[in-house]
């Protein structure tokens, strides 16, 4: 149980270190996609800048503005920052062995549950650009949360079973990425919607939205649930490479792993810095008239091909 509480607290702890280095290496990277050097004054070549962040924001007055639902509204982002660390317990650490066959399931229950911080953080606010902007990313989280599902299926199709530990074991053998490259695009372009990253960012809107659901936070709210959402940006990473790429029971537990994972979460910086936001009816579009069709005929495919596999 000890070994259990360690393993899990010293993830949380690399989580949000991780966290506060990717707010740097995005910084760094959307500075020299624009032509300029991104933040280069604090310390050597701007490395604390995070740290400084930090203490900035915490440091900051705590303000409550006069029509929120106070304790609620002071929750949600607590909230949203814990369902986000819950899911790094997922990551391949001691604790999986206690997870049992059912990892994947957790992953879904979590995840589904973050719309409820998001939507919390609007309506408590009391206020209609909040209200607005939490309604356009439940939606958003709703509808791409039930893409990433069926390509979970079709994952978990291959193996057989839910665990996460035991799909990375299955591609020891074959990796699901040469199977389901499709997929994995789908897959990428969910995480992308389902973490509300541009060009998927309808939270907000400078013209009438302006920061969206957390326009009434500042100071510790606003780190608060950023830290969450680049928190989901990065365990998507890893999900990723765990799931088409055989994480880390193909590749080692070197820097090779850590190499594919900053990769993967690169292109959300990258695709931030090269796109334009998307429209909003495109978006709903894309799911319900696009990737949900070809999801459901890629798994029916599966099913009939598992299907005369196992009984030919």
Request: include cysteine.
């Given at each position: 149980m000890l070994v259990e509480i360690f393993s899990g607290v010293v993830s949380f702890i690399c989580a949000l270190l991780a966290v506060a280095f990717f707010t740097l290496l995005e910084r760094k990277g959307l500075g020299y996609f624009q032509i300029r050097k991104g933040p280069n004054k604090v310390g050597l070549m701007g490395l604390p800048q995070p740290l400084a962040d930090a203490v900035k924001l915490f440091s900051k007055e705590l303000i409550k503005p006069t029509l929120v639902n106070i304790f609620p509204f002071l929750i949600c982002p607590f909230l949203s920052l814990f369902l986000g660390l819950v899911l790094w317990i997922?990551?391949?650490?001691?604790?999986?062995?206690?997870?049992?066959?059912?990892?994947?399931?957790?992953?879904?229950?979590?995840?589904?549950?973050?719309?409820?911080?998001?939507?919390?953080?609007?309506?408590?606010?009391?206020?209609?650009?909040?209200?607005?902007?939490?309604?356009?990313?439940?939606?958003?989280?709703?509808?791409?949360?039930?893409?990433?599902?069926?390509?979970?299926?079709?994952?978990?199709?291959?193996?057989?079973?839910?665990?996460?530990?035991?799909?990375?074991?299955?591609?020891?053998?074959?990796?699901?990425?040469?199977?389901?490259?499709?997929?994995?695009?789908?897959?990428?372009?969910?995480?992308?919607a389902e973490t509300h990253r541009a060009p998927f960012d309808f939270a907000e809107g400078e013209s009438e939205l302006v920061s969206g659901f957390n326009i009434e936070y500042g100071g510790v709210g606003f780190?608060?649930?950023?830290?969450?959402?680049?928190?989901?940006?990065?365990?998507?990473?890893?999900?990723?490479?765990?799931?088409?790429?055989?994480?880390?029971?193909?590749?080692?537990?070197?820097?090779?792993?850590?190499?594919?994972?900053?990769?993967?979460?690169?292109?959300?910086?990258?695709?931030?810095?090269?796109?334009?936001?998307?429209?909003?009816?495109?978006?709903m579009y894309l799911i319900w008239k696009s990737y949900l069709p070809s999801v459901l005929n890629i798994l029916i495919f599966l099913v009939s091909l598992i299907y005369m596999l196992n009984f030919s």
């Open positions: 997922l990551y391949n650490n001691y604790f999986v062995c206690s997870m049992g066959g059912f990892s994947m399931l957790l992953f879904l229950c979590v995840s589904s549950l973050g719309v409820y911080s998001v939507m919390g953080a609007g309506w408590f606010s009391n206020s209609k650009y909040a209200l607005l902007g939490s309604v356009r990313a439940v939606a958003q989280s709703i509808s791409y949360e039930v893409s990433m599902s069926l390509i979970l299926l079709s994952c978990l199709l291959f193996v057989g079973s839910m665990s996460l530990s035991i799909i990375m074991k299955y591609q020891s053998f074959v990796l699901i990425f040469f199977v389901n490259l499709f997929m994995l695009l789908m897959w990428f372009v969910s995480c992308v780190a608060v649930l950023f830290m969450a959402e680049y928190s989901n940006i990065l365990f998507m990473s890893v999900l990723v490479v765990s799931l088409f790429f055989g994480g880390l029971y193909l590749i080692g537990y070197g820097m090779l792993t850590c190499v594919l994972v900053s990769l993967v979460s690169w292109l959300f910086i990258w695709v931030r810095a090269s796109y334009p936001r998307y429209r909003y009816d495109l978006l």
